[in-house]
């Protein structure tokens, strides 16, 4: 089982990036995906989740709005969509999975603890 992210860079504020997660060695059908994020010296923070089974999904109030959390379960591969980004975006994002089994939906941001599968992580950069 793999995730890898790809998309990252640097960006100026208000600009826009798209984050990529392509998923291996398993199939999207039923599970959460979420993104996540860790500046240096603070806590990893949840910033978006997705229902695979119906789409349904959440974000973290300091990006609801700007970002949107997509997937193409054909591809097994889910998007991170960031607009409008801000200094304070900057930060290595991660994406992971989470294995419900059942179809349901997303109604908060699970704890990282309770993901199954992490990617590598992708840097993105805000800054003038």
């Known amino acids: 089982v793999q995730l890898v992210e790809s998309g990252g860079g640097l960006v100026r504020p208000g600009g826009s990036l798209r984050l990529s997660c392509a998923a291996s060695?398993?199939?999207?059908?039923?599970?959460?995906i979420g993104w996540f994020r860790q500046a240096p010296g603070k806590e990893r923070e949840g910033v978006a989740c997705?229902?695979?089974?119906?789409?349904?999904?959440y974000y973290a109030s300091s990006v609801r709005g700007r970002f949107t959390i997509s997937s193409d379960n054909a591809k097994n591969t889910a998007y991170l969509q960031m607009n409008d980004l801000k200094p304070e975006d900057t930060a290595v994002y991660y994406c992971?999975?989470?294995?419900?089994?059942?179809?349901?939906?997303?109604?908060?941001?699970?704890?990282?603890?309770?993901?199954?599968?992490w990617g590598q992580g992708t840097q993105v950069t805000v800054s003038s």
């Open positions: 992971a999975a989470l294995e419900i089994g059942l179809p349901f939906t997303i109604a908060t941001i699970p704890l990282p603890d309770e993901f199954d599968y």
């Open positions: 060695g398993f199939t999207f059908g039923v599970y959460a």
């Open positions: 997705l229902s695979t089974s119906n789409g349904s999904s």
